[in-house]
């Protein structure tokens, strides 16, 4: 039951963020809250299909996501993502700058 109980915390803290629905887009015009929305439709999808079967798990669900530690922890991978997105944004734009300036010698 501990088990069953961790691995279902886990999964909730993988899958999911508090941002908005992911739309289309190229990669390099793609907006920060946009990778972590994936995870979040994920994680809604999820709920939504445990919900139907067996409200009784899925309130669990929704009690073990509003607990301060994983608000904590969504949280903070929300900032690590944040961090990260900047700086592969950062990395995309000196690649394109290598490819002008150095391939194409613009």
Known sequence: ????????????????????EVQS??????????????????????YEAVNKVSPKVSQFLLDT?????VVAARQ????EAAKVSIMF????????NLWYTRVLGY
Do not use: C, G, N
């Not at 039951?1 to 908005?20: C, D, K, N, Y």
């Not at 793609?30 to 999820?46: H, T, V």
């Not at 996501?65 to 530690?69: E, F, I, L, T």
């Open 1 to 20: 039951m501990l088990q069953s109980r961790a691995l279902v915390i886990a999964l909730i803290l993988l899958l999911s963020t508090t941002l908005p």
């Open 25 to 46: 887009k190229s990669i390099f015009e793609r907006d920060r809250r946009d990778l972590l929305a994936i995870p979040e439709a994920i994680a809604s999808y999820f």
């Open 65 to 69: 996501v509003q607990s301060p530690s």
């Open 76 to 79: 903070r991978f929300a900032r």
């Open 89 to 96: 944004e950062q990395l995309i734009e000196k690649i394109k």
